[in-house]
């Protein structure tokens, strides 16, 4: 099933959400720092499904955390909790590989269904990983052994939530996706979040792929609908 790595520097919190993923039959490793979680992460990365990451911690924060965790694992899930509900704080933790954010005081249930979420999805990215290795869209291949999506032959990283809008995107090329569609396919029908996630994403993948993000040719906007895939 793999581990959930919990770390928040306040012990009642990190006590009630250890709990409730410990009844929902998680295996859960637990640290109160980052400098700490960093060390059980890194020791094993692979045996990591999903990280929740407080932001405000002693010492490393929670941002330097996440981007230490994702250089260490492309395909980790990473949920970020903050106390403030700053768009800022969430789009920069969306920019540096987190996949979900969440704002204090959340619902504890609320978090173990967004946890539950992104397993299923790595799961289930998991097992395509089996089935077949290479997507082909134009110049782009996308090798779903790797994880890793190549433009001419070039390597780009990708984080797990971007490999999954690429996937969504050959296999939809040329069709005008909605917004909504493509946070549904990517993240699941029961995703709480809004649709200003894709947007996050797709701008970070424009960075990554299009010679001018400015001015992108492969990932277009279809005004007031969603985006396209252009090879
Ligand atoms: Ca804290």
């Known amino acids: 099933m793999g581990k959930i790595l919990v770390v928040e520097d306040e012990g009642s919190i990190r006590e009630l959400i250890v709990l409730n993923l410990e009844m929902a039959e998680y295996e859960v ?59 800022a704080d ?23 269904a967004r946890i539950d979420a992104l397993c299923r999805r790595i799961s289930r990215s998991q097992v395509t990983v089996e089935e077949s290795s290479r ?27 971007e490999f999954q809008i690429m996937e969504l995107f050959f296999r939809n090329s040329g069709t005008a996706l909605v917004r909504d569609k493509i946070l549904e396919g990517v993240w699941g029908e029961n995703y709480y979040g809004d649709v200003k996630i894709v947007d996050v994403n ?25 985006y396209r895939w252009n090879p």
């Open 29 to 87: 490793v637990e640290a109160a720092t980052a400098e700490a979680a960093l060390e059980l992460f890194t020791a094993a990365p692979e045996s990591f499904k999903c990280a929740i990451l407080d932001i405000m911690l002693p010492g490393m924060n929670g941002f330097t955390l996440c981007e230490n965790i994702r250089a260490a694992s492309p395909v980790v899930g990473i949920v970020m909790l903050s106390a403030k509900s700053l768009e």
């Open 90 to 112: 969430k789009i920069r933790a969306l920019s540096i590989g987190a996949d979900d954010y969440m704002t204090k005081p959340f619902s504890i249930s609320e978090l173990k």
């Open 135 to 161: 997507l082909v869209s134009g110049n782009f291949v996308l090798d779903e052994k790797s994880r890793v999506m190549m433009k001419n032959g070039q390597p780009i990283d990708l984080t797990q939530v």
């Open 202 to 226: 797709i701008r970070r993948l424009r960075m990554k792929i299009e010679d001018e993000p400015s001015n992108p040719q492969h990932i277009l906007t279809v005004w007031g609908y969603g």
